[in-house]
């Protein structure tokens, strides 16, 4: 890129932090102190802004750089994450949002824990929490990495390992300084952005097509390198049977694992009532919606404009495919229209990026002080506050995210979230469920799912193609492969689905009756609820 494009990018990007370093300053200032601002901001968000908020922590670089990208580079089966990630919201909207806000009160935990023994609750699915959002955290990370990689040409190793920690200084410093209030407003900021930098690419795309789709989609095939075949089904996933139970393992992964990222369902938490929880997820289905169609056609267009081979070859894993467009449609690297539509795209970008690592960095530092750290410490002992533990924790958490962020810098981000998503839906959603629907659910059972599901998914991970025995793992120069799939899912959800129902029918402990009567009533009406 030249010298023009960086410059112009890094001054957009220096504009974002200033404005999300005020809105920091600002909600540090008006904030109580207390584990209710710092954890929900008071619970004072209308749904509409919360509704905003959620499709800000939703719409990640995964969804910005790495959807679209997957969309160049293999067409047709590029659009599962696209569908996966819309169709998870009708899990959310129909059977958790409303529950969940009555139930809890900051954390997952909280749902689970409402009729079992606390702390071996507690500490089960704040550790599956805290690894899901670690997961999610590394995406991002690698998306920031990406994008000044991109910038500064290809020798930017440096550049990317000092950008990374950059990401990781500013996500401590927002959610230390201003929790939930500030982390939920920069969402807002950033989803505005967003929709309205992915709404300016889809109309210059439309544009340079005269809105004919058919042309669209036919001269994305034509410049791929793969012919009718980039449309139809099977030129990543199709090519033999492991290929086509990773396709169904991702789709399982991405649909269900939604309902289970601790991320999100803390969202439910800063709106006043159940109804405002529902109407935020209403609100976020549209926005989150109208993005994913969008980013079909950012795939298709850096196709068809720039062609996938070129997209390949600034990033084998696709995701500079968006910026790559942006620079075409404004005229190339020459011109200026090309140089301010680039910047703006790669400033949207970072501003995705800062925003939702605050949101899962917030989580997960709540589930250290919320859950574990309020379980493990030792009683009449001198304890720290909640909120100084979760600032704490949100230190640790950021330099774990920024050591596996530089491990992980050559794999695609939508892939990665893929990986977050099948650990969320097999060790966070079957407790859940169980925890909201099943009357002989016990504290045993609880555990075991969490377990159960946690466990096997890490560990088929470990062993999968994603880590070692090929050109694109962590570990190229080593194997030890020996599951075949890429995504656990298949494999790893309904593990913990048996294991919560296995522990259950071996508990010798009674279910609560009344306790899960109690839970009924406040989550079904809202009584009690806090």
């Known amino acids: 890129m030249t010298q023009d494009h960086r410059a112009l990018a890094l001054l957009l990007f220096s504009v974002f932090i200033a404005i999300t370093l005020a809105i920091t300053t600002w909600a540090g200032r008006n904030r109580r102190g207390s584990a209710e601002e710092f954890y929900a901001g008071g619970r004072l968000f209308s749904p509409m802004e919360n509704g905003f908020a959620i499709a800000g922590d939703y719409m990640s670089a995964a969804s910005f750089l790495g ?35 009555n139930c809890g009160r900051f954390t997952l935990a909280d749902v689970v824990a409402a009729r079992m023994r606390e702390r071996p609750v507690r500490i089960a699915v704040g550790t599956s929490s805290v690894t899901v959002s670690v997961l999610y955290l590394v995406a991002q990370m690698v998306g920031a990495g990406t994008l000044v990689a991109l910038l500064l040409g290809g020798d930017g190793g440096a550049a990317q390992t000092w950008t990374v920690i950059g990401v990781g200084a500013l996500m401590v410093i ?224 950021g330099v774990v995210a920024i050591g596996l962020g530089l491990l992980a810098r050559d794999l695609n981000v939508a892939f990665l979230v893929g990986l977050a998503f099948a650990v969320a839906a097999s060790a966070n959603l079957p407790v859940l469920l169980y925890s909201l629907f099943w009357r002989d659910f016990t504290t045993r059972g609880a555990v075991w799912s969490v377990y159960g599901g946690l466990i096997p998914a890490m560990v088929l991970v470990a062993l999968s193609p994603v880590v070692s025995g090929g050109p694109q793992s962590l570990f190229p120069g080593v194997d030890f492969q020996y599951f075949p799939l890429d995504n656990p899912g298949i494999v790893s959800i309904p593990l913990g689905f048996v294991a919560g129902w296995l522990g259950t029918v071996t508990s010798p402990e009674a279910p609560d009756e009344a306790k899960h009567a109690e839970t009924e009533v406040r989550s079904l009406t809202g009584a009690g609820a806090v």
Do not use: C
């Open 67 to 101: 959807i679209s990208g997957l969309i160049a580079l293999f067409g047709y089966d590029g659009m599962l994450y696209s569908v996966g990630f819309l169709v998870a919201w009708l899990v959310v909207l129909l059977l958790v949002a409303e529950l969940v806000r």
């Open 174 to 397: 927002y959610v230390s300084f201003g929790g939930m209030r500030a982390t939920t407003w920069i969402q807002i900021v950033k989803s505005v952005l967003l929709l309205g930098g992915t709404i300016a690419l889809t109309v210059l795309v439309l544009l340079r097509f005269h809105g004919d789709i058919d042309r669209l989609l036919l001269s994305a095939a034509e410049h791929s390198g793969h012919g009718q075949a980039f449309l139809a089904p099977g030129l990543r996933y199709g090519g033999d049977w492991t290929s086509r139970f990773d396709f169904i393992s991702l789709g399982l992964a991405l649909v269900l694992g939604t309902a289970g990222l601790p991320h999100i369902l803390s969202r439910f938490y800063t709106v006043p009532t159940a109804r405002a929880a529902r109407r935020s997820v209403v609100w976020a289905i549209g926005l989150i919606g109208g993005f994913y169609l969008m980013t079909i056609v950012l795939g298709f267009g850096a196709a068809a404009i720039v062609g996938t081979a070129e997209v390949r070859a600034s990033n084998a894993a696709g995701n500079t495919a968006v910026p790559l467009l942006a620079l075409d449609l404004g005229g190339g690297a020459d011109s200026t229209a090309g140089t301010v539509l680039f910047a703006v795209v790669a400033a949207v970008a970072f501003a995705t990026i800062l925003a939702v690592v605050a949101g899962i960095t917030l989580a997960s530092s709540a589930s250290v002080a919320h859950d574990l750290y309020a379980s493990l410490r030792r009683r009449g002992g001198k304890a720290r506050s909640e909120v100084t533990v979760a600032r704490l924790a949100a230190v640790g958490i």
